[in-house]
């Protein structure tokens, strides 16, 4: 505490945080949760109060500057008492209503004003949605998942919450887009995108709730059969269309064409999917860490030579890095840079042992022998080949150039079979998936009808009640249980 306190009067003694920066007074906030820590196996519940208040107090400080719901959120996540958490949703609940009362009557405020008070309102929200007022997220083990991560979130008590919540979102989204001058660069970040966002959020939490209602009540009869699949299809639709609408203005929010990409995927829609993911322009390193973005659009009904776009980039990024980062770890330890040159070498380890690189491999030959196969099977087309009764040379060359890219394949008795699998370096980005969008690491073109069929338990699975196991198709790695829930992401 005196070495907080201490560091709070420096940065006040240097000009504050305008001039310090904000984290001598952000570090009030790691303390409390630090000692939260500490002191809860003990049972005592008001470590968490704390660091509710702490949070509370940084908000009232720190709301209007951009970077404020960035440095709340994580804290805001690990408050576990829910007394705690709906106090702090509450009390910012009440805060933020009364900044838009203010900014509804006060017709005499400046631009700047208005801006700095539609910042500080949308940074409330965001921390409420931390705290669950949206349902939570994937990434939550609160008491409503049993505990186990990722399971049946985010999750509405009723699944109606989530459009009533989306309407007060987008009539706030509307009113902050006329603080908006009409030549305003499309590039620049808007305060008001946050509110567009989080009614994504909240229509996205109603499908899920919709589709969790529906399999906890035994329905099998499949989507389309049920009319809580409609309600599904219908908030995914809404989260869409509210998504299209701030894109047009913000082309830039990564987070909201995020859930644009995601949203369309679970309708089927592919190619919108695909197209929508577009001018997020992946490409270079963002072929692994972004790969599950870009595998479950182009692998489920887009256009072949969508994938084989992504699969060359992918290709290019291997080439280039086995070239570069070589280059680059020779010249680190030429310089006497021993620590830059081992990172070096343990960048290029990650990338040689790439899942998503040997995703793109497979999805490649894939390509590569349907289209082989579908012009063997036109009448045109080596008639010579076909009366000799002899394999094809050219699937025979397709079919050597999948091997080379694929390498041996274990057999199922092999020992090092598991080993192997695990072996492989999982560097897709997680955080960026949306908060109804769980991991999902089976075949890519499959994780829309893994979204479908919900959380179910594989009877194969071996695992304890406490292991969580992904949907009817996540059999990526270890007999339907989902590598990232294993890694407790």
Known sequence: RALVAALRAAADAKGGAKAAGRGAYLLSVELAWRETQVRRDAGDASPSLALADAIFEYWRAFGAWTSCARDLRPYAELIAPEAAR?????????????????????????????????????????VRAALGLCGGSWLDASSRSGGIKGLSMPRLVNPAEGRALARTFIAKYRRARRLVPENADPREPVPGDAFAALGAQALAAEAVSWAARGLESGDTSGVGDSSGDGEVVMSLLA????SEEALRASPNH????????????????????????????????????????????????????????????????????????????????????????????????????????????????????????????????????????????????????????????????????????????????????????????????????????????????????????????????????????????
């Open 86 to 126: 709906a106090s702090l949703r509450d009390a910012l609940g009440r805060a933020a209503a009364e900044i838009d009362l203010a900014e509804e009557k006060g017709e005499k405020q400046n631009p700047a004003e208005r801006n700095r008070a539609t910042r500080r309102a949308a940074a409330a929200e965001s």
């Open 239 to 242: 989260c869409c269309a509210l």
């Open 254 to 489: 990564a987070e909201l064409r995020l859930v644009l990409v995601t949203a369309y995927s679970l309708l089927g829609a592919s190619t919108a999917a695909s197209d929508a993911l577009a001018p997020l322009d992946v490409k270079n390193i963002q072929m692994d860490t972004m790969a599950h973005f870009v595998l479950s659009c182009s692998e489920s009904g887009c256009a072949p030579s969508v994938l084989l776009k992504y699969c060359r980039l992918a290709e290019r990024l291997r080439l280039d890095a086995k070239r570069d980062i070589a280059e680059a770890g020779v010249k680190a330890y030429d310089n006497g840079a021993f620590t830059k040159a081992l990172e070096f070498v343990d960048f290029h380890a990650r990338l040689a042992n790439s899942h998503a690189a040997r995703k793109f491999a497979a999805a490649s030959a894939r390509v590569a022998l349907r289209e082989t196969m579908l012009k063997l099977g036109d009448a045109t087309v080596e008639p010579q080949t076909r009366q000799s009764g002899r394999f094809p040379e050219t699937l025979v060359n397709v079919l050597d150039e999948a091997v080379q890219a694929l390498g041996p394949l274990e057999s199922d008795a092999s020992p090092t079979r598991d080993a192997d699998e695990f072996a492989k370096t999982f560097n897709e980005d997680a955080t960026l998936n949306p908060t109804f969008a769980p991991p999902f690491h089976g075949d890519a073109g499959l994780s829309a009808c893994d979204w479908w069929a919900g959380p179910a338990r594989s009877p194969d699975a071996g695992t304890s009640a406490k292991v969580p196991v992904g949907g009817a198709h996540d059999k990526g790695m270890g007999f339907g249980v989902s590598v990232a829930h294993r890694a407790g992401w």
